[in-house]
């Protein structure tokens, strides 16, 4: 049954005008084959993908205004699993900026958190030239086939204790992919560990993982910073809104916290949690 409630094409437009684009950004070269958003979000749609959630990234530069980056979400009934769902989002821009992408999502119940799976299997990308609508659709396909997997690798995480200076060590590894400069950064990597709620209270991996990936998405942490004159001052860091980093910061933190899956699993020194 369904748990979610689709968007018509009309409400996408509204959320994220550029979706709705009817041609691409002025200056184009002649081989630039322009293929609609919705052109695909109704291919989407037809094969059991429904768009839930669309949005855009704010452009500086007028001209690029309403053919800029969007994203869709798109959720399908039957892919839910242990309080979470396995979605799939659109990714695509009108001004040359990227092919359409498809990337595997975990959506988590408890706090709307929207990780990226960085897995090759769980990722496409089409070109706009010789767009292929069997193709698309079979890469959604294939998203909707590697649910189980996901599912797999979640529950492996959820398995995984971590110690206080594992999660130390994770911590700082995420702090490092999101200040060029660690220890100039106006917060700690110890308070990307701290709980937001009740439910992620547990030391294990995929609880840790999306421990650090709500407090560096949504921000909101307390922190000290220089101004332009070099004097400290308080500050708080702010949500992830840029949809190209939020899906960078979101797809290495899934890499991150694979290789510590797999480090876990190999040294027999750690601990397992026992299903």
Known sequence: MTTFTPLTNDQIVTLAPAAGSLAPINGVSS??????????????????????????SAVR???????????IRFAKDGLSFAGERVDLVLYNSHDRGCAF?????????????????????????????????????????????????IADRVNEMKVIEMT???RGVYAQAAHSLVYDEPESAPVRQDQLLAERRLDDKGKDLWTTF????????????????????????????????????????????????????????????LSVVPV
């Open 164 to 166: 206080p200076d594992e």
């Open 101 to 149: 992408r498809l990337i595997t999502s975990v959506w988590r119940k408890i706090c709307g958190n929207g990780l990226m799976v960085a897995s090759e299997f769980a990722n496409f990308s089409h070109k706009h030239i010789g767009f292929s609508p069997d193709d698309f659709i079979q890469s959604a396909f294939e998203i909707a086939a590697a649910a189980g997997t």
């Open 61 to 71: 530069a007028v001209d690029r205004e309403g053919f800029q980056r969007h994203l």
């Open 210 to 269: 999306n421990v650090v990936q709500e407090n560096i998405m949504r921000g909101g942490l307390k922190g000290i910073n220089r101004d332009s004159n070099g004097r400290l001052k308080r500050s708080t860091t702010r949500p992830v809104k840029a949809l190209d980093r939020n899906i960078k910061l979101n797809q290495a933190l899934w890499l991150l916290t694979e290789k510590m899956a797999e480090l876990k699993q190999t040294n027999t020194g």
């Open 31 to 56: 081989r630039y084959s322009f293929v609609p958003t919705l052109t695909a979000i109704d291919l989407l749609r037809d094969a059991g993908w429904l768009p839930i959630k669309a949005e855009q």
